[in-house]
């Protein structure tokens, strides 16, 4: 069930030519986002260029920043069940980078 249930996802993919596609899906937020499910997810990817792709981390973890002329802006609206209105960047978390050569 896990997998057909929407939730806030995380997704990292590359496309055949190299270039490397980032998604996060908001959810949880009434009248914004639903979510996605991994179907929603995979299908999201592929629209997007996607060859090969993985689902990262998801819920109220999935947060992405862009580093704009050198400040960092949060791209996503991160929050939970219980707080759909909050913007909850947690404490502990796992982040990914990718840096342009």
């Given at each position: 069930p896990f997998g057909f249930i929407r939730h806030p996802r995380t997704a990292a993919g590359v496309a055949k030519?190299?270039?490397?596609?980032?998604?996060?899906a908001d959810g949880r937020i009434p009248d914004y986002s639903n979510g996605a499910s991994l179907v929603d997810l995979a299908k999201l990817m592929i629209e997007n260029g996607a060859d090969r792709a993985i689902n990262l981390d998801g819920g109220g973890s999935s947060a992405m920043y862009t580093k704009v002329n050198g400040k960092f802006i949060l791209r996503s609206r991160p929050a939970d069940l219980f707080r759909p209105n909050a913007m909850l960047i947690r404490k502990d978390y796992n982040s990914l980078l990718v840096e342009k050569k």
């Open positions: 030519d190299g270039t490397v596609i980032l998604l996060v």
